[in-house]
């Protein structure tokens, strides 16, 4: 299985700030990486797929990066609605996985 | 706009059989996987498996032995199910679909509403 690892588990951060959120898969991924965001009750919401691809209709202050086993989400300007968790997955393997999620809360 | 209603028992004893459907409304239901997914209560996201429109079905490892998922395509639903439930299935379980190009790779882009599967004595 790949194994992906995100960091930090969790951040507190306030309105307007800039967010980072990293994603390292246990081997090569290429650029088969994608984010979703979940709000509590709710299902996940696909952000950016292929890594850096923003899906329609999400906020352009989201952006993704990265490729190979180093990923990174990034949220300029972070927005009250943007309180949530924030989860990887690839899609290289077969064996879809996905990270074990970013809880970004209000400071 | 493509929806997925899902429905289910959400209350099982352990041994018994989870049973799940999803419905899809809207967009196109051939060239796409549909999927299940679930996620422990606190945690995070495991994928279940898979099915093609055609029949063709990919699973989990650790989760083959137990589950079958199938298809009716005239009718745009596809449906789970995972035999021998204990207390460690609780989750909410949720429908997907899954986009593909060669590419893009494969993303989840449209979701069910989710499921609470709670396996209790």
């Known amino acids: 299985d790949i194994q992906m690892t995100q960091s930090p588990s969790s951040l507190s951060a306030s309105v307007g700030d800039r967010v980072t959120i990293t994603c390292r898969a246990s081997?090569?991924?290429?650029?088969?990486l994608n984010w979703y965001q979940q709000k509590p009750g709710k299902a996940p919401k696909l952000l950016i797929y292929?890594?850096?691809n923003l899906q329609s209709g999400v906020p352009s202050r989201f952006s993704g990066s990265g490729s190979g086993t180093d990923f990174t989400l990034t949220i300029t300007s972070l927005q009250p609605e943007d309180f949530a968790t924030y989860f990887c997955?690839?899609?290289?393997?077969?064996?879809?996985?996905f990270g074990r999620g970013t809880k970004v809360e209000i400071k | 706009q493509v929806q997925l209603q899902q429905w289910g028992a959400g209350l099982l004893k352990p041994s018994e059989t989870l049973s799940l459907n999803c419905a899809v409304y809207?967009?196109?239901?051939?060239?796409?996987?549909w999927s299940w997914i679930r996620q422990p209560p606190g945690k995070g996201l495991e994928w279940i498996g898979e099915?093609?429109?055609?029949?063709?079905?990919n699973y989990n490892p650790s989760l083959k032995s137990r589950v079958t998922i199938s298809v009716d395509t005239s009718k745009k639903q596809f449906s789970l199910k995972m035999s021998s439930v204990t207390a460690a299935d609780t989750a909410v379980y949720y429908c997907?679909?899954?986009?593909?190009?060669?590419?893009?790779?494969?993303?989840?882009?449209?979701w069910g509403q989710g499921t609470l599967v709670t396996v209790s004595s």
């Open positions: 292929a890594a850096s």
């Open positions: 081997q090569t991924i290429a650029r088969y």
């Open positions: 809207g967009g196109s239901f051939r060239g796409y996987y």
């Open positions: 099915i093609h429109h055609s029949g063709s079905t």
């Open positions: 997907a679909r899954l986009s593909y190009t060669e590419q893009m790779g494969n993303y989840f882009d449209y």
């Open positions: 997955q690839q899609s290289y393997s077969s064996l879809l996985t």
